[in-house]
C-alpha cells in the first residue's frame, strides 16, 4: 500500500479485513457510544436540550415540544414561522 493509499483512506478496499470484519467506523467498535439503547429524541428549539420522544415540555427551559398546527389546514407549523408552509396562511 502506498503512502497517497494510508493519506486517502486507500486502507479500506480490503473489506477491513485487518479488523476481523469490522471496521472502526462501525457502531460495534466504537467505543462510549450512547446509540446502543439509548430512546430517540427531541430538540427543544428554544435551547436545544435533548428531550425524551413523547415529552411535552422541555426538561430545561419548559418550552413548549408540541408543534403549532395551522388553524386552516391542519398542518404543523415551524417554531416561528410567519406563514404555513402548506397552504401559506398567516400565522398570528
Do not use: W
Amino acid at each position: 500500500m502506498g503512502i497517497l493509499d494510508r493519506l486517502f483512506g486507500g486502507h479500506h478496499r480490503d473489506g477491513d479485513r485487518h479488523h476481523g470484519g469490522v471496521g472502526h467506523h462501525s457502531a460495534n467498535y466504537r467505543q462510549g457510544s450512547s446509540s446502543v439503547g439509548a430512546s430517540p429524541s427531541t430538540a427543544c428549539s428554544k435551547c436545544h436540550t435533548a428531550n425524551a420522544s413523547g415529552a411535552r415540555f422541555c426538561k430545561q427551559c419548559g418550552n413548549s415540544l408540541i408543534p403549532a398546527m395551522c388553524g386552516q389546514c391542519g398542518a404543523a407549523v415551524p417554531t416561528n414561522a410567519k406563514f404555513c408552509e402548506q397552504c401559506g396562511k398567516p400565522i398570528a
